[in-house]
C-alpha cells in the first residue's frame, strides 16, 4: 500500500474539475456542463458492467448474469434521476447559453450509442442515426459485432432445455426466471430515462423547437420511447393469455 496516495491523488480531482469549462458568463451553465459529463462517467460505468454480464451470459453463468445486471439496473436509475436536476433550469436562463453549445447534442454521445448497440438495437432508424454523421466510432462497431442481450439469453436458456414460457409455468422461480424479470426491468428503467429527457427536453425548449445541434429535439426522442430491447420476453406474456 502506497502512502503518498491521497483521496484527491486517487481521484485525479484537480483535473476532473478543471473540466468544467463554461462557454458563457450564466451560473446555470456549469450545472448543465455536470450533469452532462456526470451522465458520461455513469455511461462509462454501465458499459464496464454490460461487458461483464455478456461475459456471463456467454458462459451460461445464469447466477453471475443476474448479479451483474442488478447493477445495471442500479446504474440507470442513477442516471435516469440526475436529470431531475436540470429541471431547476429555466428556460429563459438556457436561452441565454444555448448559443454557446454549437453544433454539440447528446445524439452524439458515442458511450450511449454504444449502451443501445450492446443492450439490442439494430432497426433501420438506428443504424441511420449511426452513419449520419460520418463512421460509426469503434466503441459502437465493438457492441454491434457482439450478440444483443435477447440472444445471449435465449442462448441461455436452451443450453438449459428451457423455452421462455417455461419461466412462468414452471414448477416456481428460478435464477433465470429472475434474469428474465431483471432484462425487463433494464428495458423499462432505459424507456423511463427516454421518457425523463423527453419531459425535460419539452419542460425547457417546448415540444416543437428543434434540439441542440440541430436535431429534432423532443420528437426525435419520442420516437425511441417504444424501442424494445427483448420483443420476445415481451411477446411471450402475450402469449400466456391467449
Given at each position: 500500500?502506497?502512502?503518498?496516495?491521497?483521496?484527491?491523488?486517487?481521484?485525479?480531482?484537480?483535473?476532473?474539475?478543471?473540466?468544467?469549462?463554461?462557454?458563457?458568463?450564466?451560473?446555470?451553465?456549469?450545472?448543465?456542463?455536470?450533469?452532462?459529463?456526470?451522465?458520461?462517467?455513469?455511461?462509462?460505468?454501465?458499459?464496464?458492467?454490460?461487458?461483464?454480464?455478456?461475459?456471463?451470459?456467454?458462459?451460461?453463468?445464469?447466477?453471475?448474469?443476474?448479479?451483474?445486471?442488478?447493477?445495471?439496473?442500479?446504474?440507470?436509475?442513477?442516471?435516469?434521476?440526475?436529470?431531475?436536476?436540470?429541471?431547476?433550469?429555466?428556460?429563459?436562463?438556457?436561452?441565454?447559453?444555448?448559443?454557446?453549445?454549437?453544433?454539440?447534442?447528446?445524439?452524439?454521445?458515442?458511450?450511449?450509442?454504444?449502451?443501445?448497440?450492446?443492450?439490442?438495437?439494430?432497426?433501420?432508424?438506428?443504424?441511420?442515426?449511426?452513419?449520419?454523421?460520418?463512421?460509426?466510432?469503434?466503441?459502437?462497431?465493438?457492441?454491434?459485432?457482439?450478440?444483443?442481450?435477447?440472444?445471449l439469453f435465449l442462448a441461455l436458456l436452451e443450453a438449459n432445455g428451457t423455452k421462455i414460457e417455461?419461466?412462468?409455468?414452471?414448477?416456481?422461480?428460478?435464477?433465470?426466471?429472475?434474469?428474465?424479470?431483471?432484462?425487463?426491468?433494464?428495458?423499462?428503467?432505459?424507456?423511463?430515462?427516454?421518457?425523463?429527457?423527453?419531459?425535460?427536453?419539452?419542460?425547457?425548449?417546448?415540444?416543437?423547437?428543434?434540439?441542440?445541434?440541430?436535431?429534432?429535439?423532443?420528437?426525435?426522442?419520442?420516437?425511441?420511447?417504444?424501442?424494445?430491447?427483448?420483443?420476445?420476453?415481451?411477446?411471450?406474456?402475450?402469449?400466456?393469455?391467449?
Open positions: 500500500m502506497s502512502d503518498d496516495v491521497t483521496y484527491g491523488s486517487y481521484l485525479a480531482l484537480d483535473e476532473l474539475l478543471r473540466l468544467q469549462r463554461p462557454r458563457s458568463e450564466h451560473s446555470d451553465e456549469l450545472l448543465f456542463i455536470v450533469v452532462h459529463q456526470a451522465s458520461e462517467l455513469w455511461f462509462k460505468a454501465i458499459i464496464h458492467e454490460l461487458d461483464g454480464l455478456i461475459g456471463s451470459l456467454e458462459a451460461h453463468d445464469a447466477g453471475q448474469a443476474l448479479w451483474r445486471l442488478q447493477r445495471v439496473n442500479s446504474l440507470m436509475r442513477i442516471v435516469s434521476t440526475q436529470l431531475t436536476s436540470l429541471e431547476t433550469l429555466p428556460p429563459q436562463h438556457f436561452a441565454q447559453f444555448r448559443g454557446f453549445l454549437g453544433s454539440s447534442s447528446g445524439q452524439q454521445s458515442v458511450q450511449f450509442r454504444a449502451i443501445e448497440a450492446a443492450s439490442g438495437l439494430r432497426d433501420e432508424h438506428f443504424m441511420q442515426a449511426l452513419t449520419e454523421r460520418g463512421e460509426i466510432p469503434a466503441l459502437v462497431r465493438r457492441a454491434l459485432a457482439r450478440p444483443t442481450l435477447q440472444e417455461d419461466l412462468y409455468l414452471g414448477p416456481g422461480p428460478t435464477a433465470l426466471y429472475f434474469l428474465a424479470e431483471a432484462l425487463l426491468e433494464y428495458e423499462q428503467l432505459f424507456a423511463q430515462w427516454r421518457f425523463n429527457h423527453v419531459q425535460l427536453v419539452e419542460r425547457v425548449i417546448g415540444p416543437s423547437t428543434s434540439g441542440s445541434g440541430g436535431t429534432l429535439g423532443s420528437r426525435y426522442l419520442l420516437r425511441t420511447i417504444d424501442q424494445r430491447f427483448f420483443p420476445a420476453l415481451w411477446a411471450a406474456r402475450s402469449r400466456l393469455f391467449k
